[in-house]
């Protein structure tokens, strides 16, 4: 398996799992992997994109700021799940336009759509909400193939940590027979 997964081997190591393999080179073995799904499909989305799912929930309900977040991962299935950092400055923009207006209420503050707010949302209401059209977008992507992949790494070094010579062997002959797999999905009609 030496050089056939992400470079040369696990966590840029040399050799297969056998060798110099210490479950700490497993660890991060593991968090390279995740690292290379996350870049591939992540759970990040434009401005727009968050703009756009405030708006979405609040011709709903009232909300307050981590109820939103709560409601877009939840909607989408874990797949999206934005940071507040994204969602509390959209507000106060929302607000300064004039979409939403905010109410506080035992020192939270719950946003609920104004008059114009309510006219824009309605100009989309033909658009799927954002995070509709991302699952849409990766036919399941987001979530299923990384959490198997990752899996999958994690079943391999636990046999590296903890099998004999001649399992890690049969591990090795496994791993390289999946990876030829996959390569011959992409390769089908």
Do not use: C
Request: no cysteine; net charge neutral.
């Amino acid at each position: 398996m030496s050089g056939s997964f992400m470079g040369s081997g696990f966590g840029g190591r040399r050799g297969g799992l056998g060798e110099n393999w210490s479950g700490t080179a497993a660890w991060e073995a593991i968090e390279q992997l995740r690292g290379q799904f996350e870049r591939k499909v992540g759970t990040r989305m434009g401005r727009g994109d968050v703009r756009a799912a405030v708006l979405a929930l609040l011709a709903e309900k009232p909300m307050h700021g981590y109820q939103i977040i709560h409601e877009i991962e939840e909607r989408s299935g874990g797949a999206w799940k934005p940071s507040p950092g994204s969602v509390y400055p959209t507000l106060q923009l929302l607000a300064d336009e004039g979409f939403i207006s905010a109410e506080e209420s035992n020192g939270r503050k719950t946003y609920s759509l104004t008059d114009e707010g309510r006219q824009a949302t309605q100009a989309a209401a033909d658009q799927p909400a954002p995070w509709e059209a991302q699952s849409t977008r990766d036919g399941g992507r987001a979530t299923a193939l990384p959490k198997a992949g990752i899996d999958l790494a994690q079943a391999a070094a636990q046999v590296g940590r903890s099998g004999n010579p001649e399992q890690v062997k049969q591990a090795v002959a496994v791993l390289d027979e999946a990876r030829r797999k996959l390569y011959s999905i992409l390769a089908q009609d």
